[in-house]
């Protein structure tokens, strides 16, 4: 596996690449053209500036997180081949900039949903948490602007003001797609890009939604290991596979990760391993990467990794912020510094103990 750290880009990113070049074990980042408009192609030069900027640091660009999707696909309406059109050219130029893998979702009108970005813990730091009983109360036009006082200046991706101002027209466009509906626009993307990820060697590798239920009524289908299956089965292709992320597949209990890690083999394009800490069922705050601050055991997931051959990139996925950093809710450098370290170190020791 490769250890690497989501990073935003200079323009956007509190945390720099000097910084991330000095955490032992981490040799690449995940990035994006943070500022692009989803259902736009991406310029080559764009991509290439990107790609330098991260070489000249003595890291790789290891892959893209995310090139978004534009709901036009998720919806299926009659004009969204022009934007997967788009979609296949920015394909096409990652791969002949030498990037073959990309994490996307398919999930409608909210990418990741979270009640509270700033939840004290008892140690003082502060985490990204969920509580059900909190949705229950909101009107979905409300949710951006409940949680807007703790971005700490950011731009959150999926969540970017002019698409939150656009939130009542995208529940109007989502009305009559369920999860079948979402299903077969799913399968249609993933037919119409196949080829071209076949030609450049590209993988990719959908991320979970995020909590793994129905929010606000919205289908949401990529969330547990029948509905994985479902999707690589229906587009049985290597180059179609998962990102597996252990915090938003573990926010639903009933998931058991390193199972479903199991049965994954050769289709894990791409690992988020985070911990999260239940306080019931549907209340759950992010916690340290460590197993006993939390709910899940690190060790076993990151097992069932090494025992399927995982050689893929990986990052510690959203940390807690400690040590009065100031920084995008969850994306500071000190706590996912914390965390690629414990990760490689759990590596390591399942490495050396099978040798």
């Known amino acids: ?33 943070y500022d692009s408009v989803p259902g736009e192609a991406w310029e080559m030069e764009d991509i290439l500036n ?13 892959g893209i997180e995310s090139v978004n999707i534009h709901d036009a696909i998720k919806v299926g309406t009659p004009d969204r081949d022009k934007y997967i059109d788009n979609y296949i050219l920015t394909l096409e ?29 008892p140690d003082g730091s502060t985490v990204l948490a969920y509580t059900q009983e909190a949705i229950d109360k909101l ?22 003001p002019e698409r939150m101002a656009r939130v009542k ?17 799913l399968k249609y993307f993933l037919e119409r890009i196949m080829p071209v990820c076949d030609k450049y060697d590209i993988n990719m590798a959908i991320h979970p939604d995020d909590p793994a239920w129905s929010v606000f009524g919205l289908p949401r289908i990529i969330i547990n290991k029948e509905n994985i299956h479902r999707m690589m089965k229906m587009v049985d292709n290597p180059h179609n596979g998962v990102t597996f992320c252990s915090g938003s597949y573990g926010t639903n209990l009933q998931n058991d990760l390193p199972d479903m890690i199991r049965s994954l083999k ?32 690190m060790y076993e997931i990151m097992l069932a990794l090494y025992d399927i051959g995982f050689t893929g990139p990986i990052r510690p996925d959203h940390g807690r912020m400690i040590w009065d950093e100031v920084a995008m809710p969850g994306y500071g450098l000190y706590d996912r510094a914390l965390g690629a370290t414990y990760l490689n170190g759990l590596w390591e020791a399942i490495e050396k103990s099978h040798k």
């Open 50 to 62: 990107l790609k330098k900027e991260i070489e000249a640091a003595g890291l790789k660009l290891v």
């Open 139 to 160: 009107n979905p036009e409300e949710m951006f602007a409940s949680i807007a006082g703790d971005v700490n200046g950011s731009i959150l991706p999926g969540w970017e």
């Open 93 to 121: 130029r990652l791969g002949q900039a030498d990037i073959h893998m990309v994490c996307y979702n398919f999930m409608p009108v909210f990418d990741w949903t979270r009640t509270e970005l700033a939840r004290m813990r």
């Open 266 to 297: 050769g289709r894990i394009h791409f690992a988020h391993v985070r911990n999260l800490k239940f306080n019931s069922p549907t209340d759950f705050e992010e916690s340290a990467h460590l197993s006993s601050d939390g709910t899940f055991d």
């Open 1 to 33: 596996m490769q250890m690497t750290l989501r990073w935003y880009g200079s323009k956007f990113d509190t945390v720099t690449l000097k910084q991330i070049r000095q955490i032992p074990g981490v040799t690449g980042v995940i990035s994006t053209l």
């Open 169 to 185: 027209e995208l529940f109007e466009i989502y009305k009559d797609v369920d999860d079948e509906k979402l299903f077969e626009n």
